[in-house]
């Protein structure tokens, strides 16, 4: 059994695939380390090795391998930036800066795709990058996502304020809305939408109707009547990450 973790600014995404076929065996989301060895001492099997992702700081990322190491004796294969893998090519001007989410995504995205590809993440952050047909990434584009967009709103203006679960029924429709919580669930959709369509224009203007739409991350859903055409892959890092970090 292989632990994987997507580390990513809110959430841990975790699941446990088994060695030999890959299949996923157990799996979920969980807002803290401490939640995490709860989740994963639960399993009626422990995890031999694991491999992660973290978008988290260096010391932030090691207290957690350090915490699966003494937990659950666990080697962690940590994903580290680089310039090539699987025949795509990192466009950062300085590949090491480049958020080890959006690359084991377009790792992903690229693989599934089998050429160029258009790789959209909604999360805290969202993130589009574009790979050409012959693996070279152009680059991408990083906006808030709806968690932000959400809090940036509430945060800086007195009358705006509402609860989660009037959130959730706000976003039944994105019709105008009739109240603060309609109008600013749906504005902020509307905004992600927006976005996901001027990307699509974008690659359309570099490849003509010749790439493959991917989404991923938690909002994913929120995005898709913008996109069609797109394939939703919620586990489109993770799929990354195998290729990024092969254990043995
Ligand atoms: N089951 C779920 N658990 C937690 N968040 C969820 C779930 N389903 C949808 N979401 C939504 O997904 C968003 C968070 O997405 P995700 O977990 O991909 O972000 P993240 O990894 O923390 O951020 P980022 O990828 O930008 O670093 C939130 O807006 C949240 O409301
Ligand atoms: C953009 C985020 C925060 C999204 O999780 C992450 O990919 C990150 O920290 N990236 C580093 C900055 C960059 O990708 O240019
Ligand atoms: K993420």
């Given at each position: 059994m292989i632990l994987e973790l997507d580390c990513g600014n809110s959430f841990i995404k975790w699941r446990v695939i088994s060695a030999a076929e890959g299949a996923v065996v157990?799996?979920?989301?969980?807002?803290?380390?401490?939640?995490?060895?709860?989740?994963?001492?639960?399993?009626?099997?422990?995890?031999?090795?694991?491999?992660?992702?973290?978008?988290?700081?260096?010391?932030?990322?090691?207290?957690?391998?350090?915490?699966?190491?003494?937990?659950?004796?666990?080697?962690v294969v940590v994903a580290q930036p680089a310039k090539e893998v699987a025949g795509v090519r990192n466009g950062y001007e300085d590949y090491q800066r480049l958020g080890l989410d959006r690359w084991l995504a377009v790792l992903g995205g690229f693989h599934l795709a089998r050429g160029a590809c258009l790789v959209m993440d909604f999360g805290t952050a969202a993130k589009a990058d574009f790979v050409s047909a012959d693996g070279e990434h152009l680059g991408g584009f990083i906006c808030p996502g709806m968690p932000l967009m959400r809090s940036q709103l509430r945060t800086h203006t007195r009358r705006i304020r509402y609860d989660d679960a009037s959130a959730e029924r706000a976003l039944s429709s994105l019709a105008p809305g009739r109240s603060t919580v309609e109008a600013v669930e749906r504005g902020c959709v509307h905004m992600l939408q927006g976005f996901v369509r001027s990307q699509l224009e974008h690659?359309?203007?570099?490849?003509?109707?010749?790439?493959?739409?991917?989404?991923?991350?938690?909002?994913?859903l929120l995005v898709q009547k913008a996109a069609p055409q797109a394939r939703v892959v919620p586990d489109l890092v993770f799929v990354g990450l195998a290729m990024a970090c092969p254990l043995d």
């Open positions: 157990a799996g979920g989301i969980v807002d803290s380390d401490q939640a995490l060895v709860a989740a994963v001492s639960a399993l009626p099997a422990a995890p031999r090795r694991c491999r992660l992702v973290s978008v988290r700081s260096e010391e932030e990322t090691a207290g957690l391998s350090a915490l699966l190491a003494q937990h659950f004796g666990l080697r690659a359309h203007e570099l490849w003509g109707d010749d790439f493959t739409v991917l989404l991923t991350g938690g909002d994913a």
